[in-house]
């Protein structure tokens, strides 16, 4: 089976009679890089065992995690907004739906990151461990659903029929696997926070 089948059997069992097969295979490649390959970077920019980061100052590494995390988000939102403009039907699948949750938390998870990367100059008014935990917690939010829809996607009939089960059961496997290596960091990161912030609020009262 050729890309326009596969292309094809995705406009018929997403009922998007209107979108043409190139938006749809931009879609594909602005939001599965956006989220699977700059976001994870974006993660691991931050890890102290990760390659290419791990001898980079620390506020290097920020801005290493800004730069990905903003070209992510933009591929992201870019390419599901693509695919919404064309649609006739939009949210009525649980891929769909999912994707919408998570170009919200996406936007939310880079409002979030301002106040944190200004968070010594707004201490006075948000407490910097609040902003950094809120700011962790919606990007583990918006990787986690970004997976799921990913995975809702690898669950299509079209994808199926074209790689087979056992492959289309291995590709979510390897995702969710994949996934759950990649919010390792960033868990134990939030996990750090919320018991510094709870001491802290224990201490003071």
């Known amino acids: 089976m050729d890309v326009d089948s596969i292309v094809n059997q995705v406009v018929q069992e997403f009922h998007v009679i ?3 097969s190139n938006i749809i295979m931009l879609h594909i490649l602005l939001c599965v890089p956006g989220y699977q390959l700059l976001m994870t970077q974006a993660f691991l ?35 599901s907004v693509v695919i919404m403009i064309y649609k006739d039907v939009n949210f009525n699948t649980t891929h769909g739906r999912l994707g919408l949750v998570a170009v919200i938390f996406t936007a ?33 939010t918006t990787f986690a659903l970004a997976t799921s829809c990913l995975c809702h996607g690898y669950n299509m009939f079209s994808f199926r029929n074209w790689t087979g089960d056992q492959v289309a059961n291995g590709v979510i ?33």
């Open 18 to 20: 209107s979108v043409p």
């Open 45 to 79: 920019s931050l890890c102290p065992y990760n390659a290419w980061s791990s001898h980079l100052k620390k506020s290097n590494k920020i801005h290493a995690h800004w730069i990905l995390q903003v070209l992510a988000s933009a591929m992201a939102i870019t390419g």
């Open 108 to 140: 939310m998870s880079l409002l979030t990151g301002v106040p944190t990367f200004f968070s010594n100059s707004l201490k006075r008014f948000i407490p910097s461990s609040v902003s950094k935990l809120t700011h962790i917690v919606m990007g583990v």
């Open 173 to 205: 496997a390897f995702t969710a696997i994949f996934t759950f290596i990649m919010m390792i960091n960033p868990l134990v990161t939030m996990c750090k926070r919320i018991y510094g912030v709870v001491e802290a609020y224990r201490t003071r009262y």
